[in-house]
C-alpha cells in the first residue's frame, strides 16, 4: 500500500513563528503535492514538485514556500505565520506516467495547524 | 474558468437507504474524472475514475456515471451504511494535468 505521512496532525503555532509541515511518501513517486482544506472552499493547490529540487506554483503560493531535497521528501514552509493561515493542510503524491491509474493522488492524514 | 461544482453541500440519510451525489463540470479539454472520499480528519481516498468512454463504473455499493456531452457525473450509494458517513469530492483532470477539485458533499448515515 502506498503510504504517505505526515509529521504532525495538529499543530498550534504563533503569529509571526517559521512554521515547517514535512511530508514523506514510500512509492518512489515523482510527484509531490501541497494542499490546504478550508470549510466551503475545497482542496486548493500550494505548490507542487515532479522532480527533487522542482518546484511548481499552485493557485495559492503566496505565504508559502516549499522544500523537496530527496524523492520521497516535500516540506512546507510559512515563512511567517499568519492567521490566515489557519488551516488543514494535506500533502499528496502520484507516479509521473500513470496513464493507467489516471494519475491518481494519494494523500496523507492532514496537518490541522492553528495560528494564533 | 475550470470549475466543478458538486450538490448536494450536505445530505443526512436513514442506514439503509440510496443516495446520489452530483457533480457537474465545466473543465475542458476533459481527461478524466475521479470521486475520492474523505472521512472526518483524514485524507481523500480515491473510489473511482470515469474517463470519455465510460458511462457507468461500479466499486462495491458505489456506482458512478458519466456523460461527457452533458459534463455530469453522479456516484450512487446503494444500501448505505454507517462508515459511509463522510464527505465525497469530486475531482476532474483536464488538458496539461491540471486538476480542479470540486467543493465535496458531505454525507451523513443515521442509524
Known amino acids: 500500500d502506498v503510504k504517505v505521512t505526515q509529521s504532525s496532525r495538529y499543530l498550534v503555532k504563533r503569529t509571526g513563528e517559521k512554521v515547517f509541515l514535512e511530508c514523506v511518501q514510500d512509492m518512489d513517486h515523482e510527484n509531490m503535492f501541497w494542499y490546504r482544506q478550508d470549510p466551503g472552499l475545497g482542496l486548493r493547490l500550494i505548490y507542487f514538485?515532479?522532480?527533487?529540487?522542482?518546484?511548481e506554483k499552485g493557485d495559492i503560493p503566496e505565504g508559502y514556500s516549499v522544500s523537496r531535497e530527496k524523492k520521497e521528501r516535500f516540506s512546507l514552509i510559512l515563512e511567517s505565520a499568519s492567521t490566515n493561515q489557519t488551516s488543514m493542510y494535506l500533502c499528496?503524491?502520484?507516479?509521473?506516467?500513470?496513464?493507467?491509474?489516471?494519475?491518481?493522488?494519494?494523500f496523507g492524514a492532514g496537518t490541522r495547524l492553528s495560528v494564533l | 474558468k475550470n470549475q466543478v461544482e458538486q450538490s448536494p453541500q450536505s445530505l443526512i440519510i436513514l442506514e439503509g437507504k440510496n443516495c446520489t451525489l452530483q457533480?457537474?463540470?465545466?473543465?475542458?479539454?476533459?481527461?478524466?474524472l475521479r470521486w475520492y472520499k474523505q472521512d472526518t480528519g483524514r485524507g481523500p481516498v480515491s473510489l473511482t475514475i470515469m474517463t470519455f468512454s465510460e458511462n457507468t463504473k461500479s466499486n462495491g455499493r458505489y456506482t458512478a456515471t458519466l456523460d461527457a456531452d452533458t459534463k455530469q457525473s453522479s456516484l450512487h450509494i446503494t444500501a448505505s451504511q454507517l462508515s459511509d458517513s463522510a464527505s465525497y469530492i469530486c475531482?476532474?483532470?483536464?488538458?496539461?494535468?491540471?486538476?480542479?477539485f470540486g467543493i465535496g458533499t458531505k454525507l451523513q448515515v443515521i442509524p
Open positions: 499528496a503524491s502520484s507516479p509521473f506516467t500513470d496513464r493507467v491509474g489516471g494519475n491518481i493522488q494519494y
Open positions: 475531482v476532474v483532470r483536464g488538458g496539461y494535468q491540471k486538476v480542479t
Open positions: 457533480c457537474n463540470y465545466t473543465v475542458s479539454p476533459f481527461s478524466n
Open positions: 514538485s515532479y522532480d527533487v529540487k522542482m518546484k
